[in-house]
Nanobody
Framework: QVQLAESGGGLVQPGGSLRLSCTVSGSFFSINVMGWYRQVPGDQRELVAT???????NYADSAKGRFTISRGYVKSTVYLQMNSLKPEDTAVYYC????????????WGPGTQVTVAS
């Protein structure tokens, strides 16, 4: 059984930084994608950034230049370094995990709240 565990959310002032972490446990897809998504109440969950097993990344326009997604030395961990945070980045951030053959996450973490406010 696959489980995802996120950490690193919290309250930060505009212009500040946060680093989110997500670790996958259980069974694994040999070639996979890990990603970060976010959702605010009343809106659909949206892509923030993804990274493949080989390190290929993809970012939402809102994340380009401010956020960096990376994998740990142990490939079952993914990080999201968020800099220059804005109030509109406030959301619940979810980690997603899926096979490279899929188009969207098969497994989700429970989410971590990120609040950007002064």
């Amino acid at each position: 059984q696959v489980q995802l565990a996120e950490s690193g959310g919290g309250l930060v002032q505009p212009g500040g930084s946060l680093r989110l972490s997500c670790t996958v446990s259980g069974s694994f897809f040999s070639i996979n994608v890990m990603g970060w998504y976010r959702q605010v109440p009343g809106d659909q969950r949206e892509l923030v950034a993804t990274i493949t097993t080989s390190g290929t990344t993809n970012y939402a326009d809102s994340a380009k230049g401010r956020f960096t997604i990376s994998r740990g030395y142990v490939k079952s961990t993914v990080y999201l370094q968020m800099n220059s945070l804005k109030p509109e980045d406030t959301a619940v951030y979810y980690c997603g995990y899926y096979s490279i053959t899929a188009s969207s996450p098969t497994y989700w973490g429970p989410g971590t709240q990120v609040t950007v406010a002064s």
